[in-house]
């Protein structure tokens, strides 16, 4: 199973940073657990400055990470992929995979990747952090972006964000 061995990031500090929690609106229940692992995740880190946006599908998570990135520390972006019978599983997963990787290396700003990229409901299911869910990927997405932000800020503070979306 993925979720064994990971790590447990000491997250003391975090309070102070902005956030933006980016999450797509496929899969309802599955997107609500992620969603909840995340805010609980935040919630025991002390992070209270916190935008929620929702976008249509995980393809647009790219996007509104990219307008977000500037205004906050902090980026998660929660979504599920599940395969069909078709290639629109591979180009959606390698697009979103891309976009995120580009604006974290881009920016400089951490984004958590709490999408998950699954064969079936179940094994979504399973990672969402529900009741039952052997493991709770949008926790692991916060807990892993808050602590590369803190060790970032370690050794290469940031100037201070100004508030308030991008134009």
Do not use: I, N
């Not at 996007?63 to 929660?78: G, N, Q, S």
């Not at 078709?86 to 990747?113: I, K, M, W």
């Amino acid at each position: 199973m993925s979720g064994e061995g990971a790590p447990r990031p000491a997250l003391a500090g975090a309070g102070h940073l902005r956030v933006a929690v980016v999450a797509a609106s496929w899969h309802e229940e599955v997107m609500g657990g992620l969603l909840a692992g995340a805010r609980a995740a935040l919630d025991d880190a002390g992070v209270t400055d916190v935008l929620d946006v929702r976008v249509p599908g995980t393809v647009e998570l790219g996007v509104a990470a990219a307008r977000l990135a500037p205004v906050v520390d902090v980026v998660v972006a929660l979504g599920v992929v599940v395969r069909g019978g078709t290639p629109h599983f591979e180009y959606v997963c390698l697009s979103a995979t891309q976009a995120l990787t580009d604006v974290a290396v881009r920016t400089g700003v951490p984004v958590g990747f709490g999408v998950l990229t699954v064969d079936t409901v179940e094994q979504a299911l399973d990672r969402a952090g529900l009741p039952g869910s052997r493991e709770d990927k949008g926790r692991e997405a916060v807990e892993a972006a808050l602590a590369t932000a803190l060790a970032l800020d370690a050794v290469a503070p940031r100037a201070a964000r100004p508030a308030g979306p991008a134009a």
